[in-house]
């Protein structure tokens, strides 16, 4: 089996502009390859997660990745799949968030001498003539063509504005750049990315008269066809200050059974043979709950290495138990005075604990029958609950949360 043909039975591929040319260059490690990451927060999330991945699949079978951080187009604000603007970055913000891309980025990709590149955009863009672009590479590009994408069709009734119609030429400039400086042949991304990838191809079609090529990868998204990596806290991120590897595996653990072997397939490294095995016997509840472990595990040994994997499982296998009392479960620490004579309503405490947004929303969910304080269920919305030593709080079926004083 090629590499071309693991990733179609991986399910990763979404569009291609030749795809025969694709498969024999990357398939014979001939491909020079960029993906590019808006610098837009000072952590990569998982929706990144699967663009790195791939890059360390390509690099194995001795293909050269280019990491493009966007210095200059985080500067602009990519309107791809957004309803609105985004915010603006400083600088000085985008700087930092390159830096700290590079620090994660270096646990998926090998960047020693030869191995890949990372380059940030903003070492050209921003320093370009205006004039200049408008004259060499404004003319290459049909205002009417880009009014058909879908990436600007959708933004046309709420306002698109003309900063942002530039991000397609921007990015299109990228990769005629690199297919200047380094011989960059492919430009992958997300599917939502197809619309600017093209504007690129056509670029280097124009200017230079050669071919190059773009590949589309698969959205990550859940069975209702929603993005996934994303919580009631927002999004997953891969900085264990920002997501703890506890809410990572978490997280993982607890996707839906339709997700799991998508998931599996697409993200993690374990042989296709073994994972399609797997899916044959996903009969029965132990069967999604050991693949959800296993994914789980695989995720977070790639974000967080092997020891943290270890430790989080170990702490899951507890929890599932009922045992309920991790170390590394979220924990909420309570000042005495929040007390009543050494008790909290229950209503307080899952909002004080984020368990719920709101006095009626943790009211629902007691009344539903969704609460359970150290495994007893809790259905009185004014129960008082005596905090001594630690108190386990249980959400659903999935959800666990610590409780001590302070």
């Excluded at 694709?22 to 998982?46: E, M, R, W």
């Excluded at 998204?221 to 919580?231: A, C, D, F, H, W």
């Excluded at 009922?322 to 004579?341: E, I, Y």
Aim: contains cysteine.
């Amino acid at each position: 089996m090629t590499l071309f043909e693991e990733l179609k039975r991986r399910g990763l591929i979404a569009q291609t502009t030749n795809e025969q040319e694709i498969a024999n260059l990357i398939n014979q490690g001939k491909a020079t390859f960029y993906i590019g990451f808006d610098p837009t927060a000072d952590s990569l999330h998982v929706g990144h997660f699967m663009a790195l991945c791939l890059m360390k699949r390509l690099q194995m079978a001795g293909n050269r990745p280019i990491a493009l951080v966007g210095g200059g187009t985080g500067m602009i604000g990519d309107p791809s799949g957004k309803s609105d603007m985004r915010k603006m970055l400083t600088q000085e913000m985008i700087e930092h968030n390159c830096e700290c891309f590079r620090k994660q980025m270096s646990r998926f990709i090998d960047f020693s001498e030869g191995k890949a590149l990372l380059v940030n955009n903003g070492d050209w863009l921003l320093n370009l003539n205006y004039i200049d672009v408008l004259r060499e590479v404004g003319a290459c590009f049909s205002v009417n063509k880009m009014l058909t994408f879908e990436c600007y069709k959708q933004r046309m009734e709420r306002g698109l504005t003309f900063l942002e119609f530039n991000y397609m030429i921007m990015q299109s400039y990228d990769f005629y750049k690199l297919f200047m400086d380094y011989g960059c042949n492919m430009q992958f991304g997300g599917d939502d990315q197809w619309a600017n990838m093209l504007g690129g191809t056509e670029l280097i079609r124009k200017k230079l008269g050669k071919d190059a090529h773009a590949m589309t990868i698969t959205l990550l998204l859940n069975s209702e066809g929603k993005k996934m990596g994303k919580t009631e806290k927002g999004a997953v991120w891969l900085d264990a200050e920002k997501t703890s590897p506890y809410d990572f595996f978490q997280y993982w653990r607890n996707i839906g059974d339709a997700d799991v072997v998508k998931c599996l397939k697409m993200l993690t490294f374990i042989p296709i043979e073994e994972i399609e095995e797997m899916e044959l016997h996903m009969d029965s509840g132990a069967a999604y709950n050991k693949a959800k472990e296993t994914l789980a595990f695989e995720l977070t040994q790639l974000v967080h290495g092997g020891e943290e994997a270890q430790k989080q499982l170990d702490a899951a296998r507890a929890i599932f138990s009922g045992c309920g009392n991790s170390a590394d479960m979220p924990t909420t620490t309570l000042a005495a005075d929040a007390l009543t004579d050494g008790a909290i309503g229950i209503l307080s405490l899952l909002v004080q604990t984020g368990l719920a947004p709101s006095i009626s929303e943790a009211r629902r969910l007691v009344q539903q029958g969704g609460i359970a304080v150290n495994d007893a269920k809790v259905t009185d919305p004014k129960a008082q609950i005596t905090i001594e030593g630690e108190v386990i709080i249980k959400k659903g079926k999935k959800v666990f949360h610590k409780v001590v004083l302070g």
